[in-house]
C-alpha cells in the first residue's frame, strides 16, 4: 500500500511540475527570473524535488528497467492535463501515441 502512494505522489508531483513551469511561462517568459522565482515557478521546482524523493524511494523498491517504464506514465498523464487545463487538442495521432505508451507498460511490467 506504501508503495502504491508513493507511485502516486511521484506521478502527481512530476505532472504537477510540468504543468506549474506551463502556467509559470505563460506569464513575461521573456524574463527567466521572474518565471521561476513566481509562484508557478518555485511550486514546480518544489513539487520537482517531491517527485525526486519520492522516484529514489520507487528505484530502492523495483528494478529499473520496470520503474522506468512504468514512470512512462506521466506521459499519458501530461497529454490528459494539457487537454483539460490549457484546452489543447489531442489528436488522432497523440491518442494512439498515449494508447501505444500504456500497451508498451503493460507488455513491459507483464
Not at 58 to 74: E, F, G
Request: hydrophobic fraction near 60%; aromatic fraction near 14%.
Amino acid at each position: 500500500m506504501l508503495l502504491l502512494m508513493v507511485w502516486i505522489v511521484y506521478l502527481l508531483s512530476d505532472v504537477y511540475g510540468h504543468v506549474a513551469l506551463k502556467m509559470a511561462m505563460t506569464g513575461d517568459s521573456a524574463n527567466l527570473w521572474h518565471t521561476l522565482f513566481s509562484f508557478w515557478g518555485i511550486t514546480a521546482g518544489l513539487s520537482w524535488f517531491v517527485a525526486g524523493v519520492s522516484w529514489t524511494f520507487v528505484l530502492s523498491k523495483h528494478p529499473l528497467l520496470t520503474a522506468n517504464t512504468v514512470a512512462a506514465l506521466t506521459y499519458i498523464l501530461i497529454g490528459v492535463a494539457a487537454a483539460i487545463i490549457f484546452k489543447e487538442t489531442l489528436t488522432r495521432q497523440n491518442i494512439v501515441g498515449m494508447v501505444c505508451v500504456f500497451v508498451g507498460i503493460y507488455l513491459v511490467t507483464q
